[in-house]
């Protein structure tokens, strides 16, 4: 017997399990000698089983080979050509080896993250209604308000730990388009709620219809619908297959909820080229049919190469964090959240494309949420605002804009809106107007809700990147970045120059702020975000490494090399969780 995987570029890769092989020999022993000694043979021993993610040609590819198997399909997941599966380790192994197969073994894990303290400011006399209001200002949304632009008529789909019931009447009523838990069902049941507190922050950041006296909206898009997707547990954690079932129903009621926006403020390390990833694959679906995808950058900053899963896709919108260092009227002090993540990307694309406010952001959440009971945040005046920080927060913000930005053009594609999102951002500079922050920690700079409606750009992002081509797995993409004999990270293949602020160098500190400029563009408007095609690919100038060890060159497969069980590698026993983004301490 041989056991048998399909690689990411349709060769057959075999190797003979001879561990399975001298166990299947030894059961065949004890049943033959159990029988010359005229015994019975003893009950089987309790097999264990495990759920997959089964991938095939079609569904129905995938379904046939589980119930060839012996297995017991769970769902169905059409986005990725797969199914959902309780497998036993005999039965996996036979898909395995099965032709067209590709198995990926889901995990459940637990949210780890650095240590948060959450505070209310930087001294008890702060004023946190202003934060509550700065970050619509901060971005230009409330002069969009004012001119009737608030997100109406898009719907924004969520995929996070749900949102609190009590707040539903109050802050979004008749907007709430539907509201699903697929939390280990084979099928959305309905569900309103918010054990975690996550999900309510981030969707109240980019959503809320609330206002203070002065008519001013908490949210970013406050007449914007909202379809919640519940895939994350209390604690934070999700499986990849809960998350795809979630990912699957929002493709396939794209349509009926007229869903243009997802928020995606979750991660996980990648362990694959991002092309490999089943995660990836369904968000690129999600992209390729038309839906505008915000993903959170990470909490793991201030790294290189620290972005997450799915933020590490090429194609997405993904936001980094900044802080107004509690002084939300005064932008001189302004600078990047050091925890924010950075990239480049392993596959070399520059990461992320923008940067929004993530430090200290106040929004609602029920006092009774995990992560309040967890870290023990304090109540705010009316006892359902909280402050946390965090990339999550700012890829809600970024969704935000995007609805905007629909409202204000629905003809927009998600690439055109990627392209004016960028092309509008303010780089931070400093006084000699440099880049305060490598392109890698910044991308094209902070956001601006009227500078990307306003803009005429367009054909500025994704250049040289199929998607169509990348899921049909015909051909993969490189980005431009590259690294040097000494290790700084680099631009490539610009008119013959090197942009971009090396990480190891000037802009890597975070000691003190940087302005941004109002009027600093990136060179003749370029957005970063141009692909090459992997085949004929740009090298690494020297050999790199994994941040767990893997070597960059090999390109490790979840169908071979990373086998998971019980949310860890077999072979390394190095955890890779996947949850809500990290918490970390205020900026």
């Known amino acids: 017997m041989t056991d048998t995987n399909l690689s990411s570029t349709g060769r057959a890769h075999t190797a003979r399990p001879r561990a399975m092989l001298f166990s299947a020999l030894i059961s065949v022993f004890a049943l033959g000698s159990a029988a010359l000694a005229g015994q019975s043979p003893a009950a089987p021993l309790h097999v264990s089983s495990r759920s997959y993610i089964v991938q095939g040609r079609s569904v129905e590819a995938a379904e046939r080979a589980v119930n060839a198997a012996g297995g017991r399909v769970l769902n169905e997941l059409a986005i990725i050509d797969a199914v959902g599966a309780e497998l036993q380790d005999t039965q996996a192994a036979r898909l395995r080896s099965t032709a067209g197969v590709r198995l990926y073994t889901d995990r459940t894990v637990d949210a780890r993250g650095k240590t948060t303290t959450f505070v209310s400011g930087t001294s008890p006399s702060v004023n946190l209604n202003q934060f509550y209001t700065n970050y619509p200002m901060l971005v230009g949304a409330d002069?969009?308000?004012?001119?009737?632009?608030?997100?109406?008529?898009?719907?924004?789909?969520?995929?996070?730990?749900?949102?609190?019931?009590?707040?539903?009447?109050?802050?979004?009523?008749?907007?709430?388009?539907?509201?699903?838990?697929?939390?280990?069902?084979?099928?959305?049941?309905?569900?309103?709620?918010?054990?975690?507190?996550?999900?309510?922050?981030?969707t109240s950041i980019a959503l809320s219809g609330d206002s203070n006296n002065s008519g001013q909206y908490y949210g970013i898009a406050p007449k914007a619908n909202v379809v919640i997707a519940r895939a994350f547990q209390a604690n934070g954690s999700a499986s990849y297959l809960d998350v795809i079932k979630a990912l699957n129903w929002i493709l396939a009621n794209k349509d009926t909820y007229k869903i243009r926006v997802l928020n995606l403020s979750f991660g996980a390390p990648p362990q694959s080229y991002y092309w490999d990833d089943p995660l990836n694959q369904a968000v690129m679906k999600a992209w390729a049919a038309g839906i505008v995808v915000v993903t959170s950058a990470g909490n793991s900053g201030p790294t290189p190469m620290s972005i997450e899963v799915p933020g590490n896709l090429p194609y997405v919108i993904t936001a980094g964090a900044l802080t107004d260092n509690y002084t939300p009227y005064d932008s001189s002090d302004d600078r990047l959240a050091s925890f924010s993540s950075t990239g480049p990307t392993y596959e070399g694309f520059v990461k992320p494309e923008v940067v929004a406010p993530g430090g200290h952001m106040v929004a609602t959440m029920p006092s009774n949420a995990y992560l309040v009971q967890l870290f023990g945040a304090q109540m705010k005046p009316n006892g359902t605002l909280f402050t946390m920080s965090g990339t999550s927060q700012a890829a809600a913000v970024t969704t935000g804009v995007v609805a905007l930005m629909l409202q204000s053009d629905p003809t927009l594609t998600p690439d055109q809106v990627k392209c004016k999102l960028m092309a509008a951002a303010r780089p931070a500079i400093t006084a000699t107007g440099t880049l305060a922050y490598s392109v890698f920690q910044q991308g094209a700079g902070l956001i601006n809700a009227i500078s990307a409606i306003n803009t005429s750009a367009t054909n500025c992002a994704n250049q040289g990147l199929d998607v169509a081509a990348d899921l049909a797995g015909t051909a993969h993409f490189g980005g431009p970045a590259n690294m040097d004999a000494s290790g700084n990270y680099y631009v490539m293949d610009m008119q013959g120059s090197s942009w971009g602020q090396a990480i190891s160098a000037d802009g890597y500190t975070w000691s003190r702020g940087y302005t941004w400029s109002q009027g600093y563009t990136w060179s003749q408007g370029y957005t970063w975000s141009r692909g090459y095609t992997w085949s004929r690919g740009y090298t690494w100038s020297r050999a790199d490494t994994w941040s767990q060890g893997y070597t960059w060159s090999r390109g490790y497969t979840w169908s071979r090399s990373l086998n998971w069980v019980e949310g860890s590698f077999t072979s390394q026993g190095l955890t890779q969780p996947m949850s809500v983004d990290p918490w970390v301490s205020q900026e």
């Open 143 to 202: 002069q969009l308000h004012t001119a009737g632009i608030t997100g109406a008529g898009v719907t924004v789909a969520f995929l996070d730990s749900g949102l609190w019931k009590n707040n539903v009447n109050d802050h979004y009523g008749k907007r709430l388009l539907a509201m699903l838990d697929f939390v280990g069902s084979a099928n959305a049941v309905a569900y309103t709620g918010d054990d975690s507190g996550h999900g309510t922050h981030v």
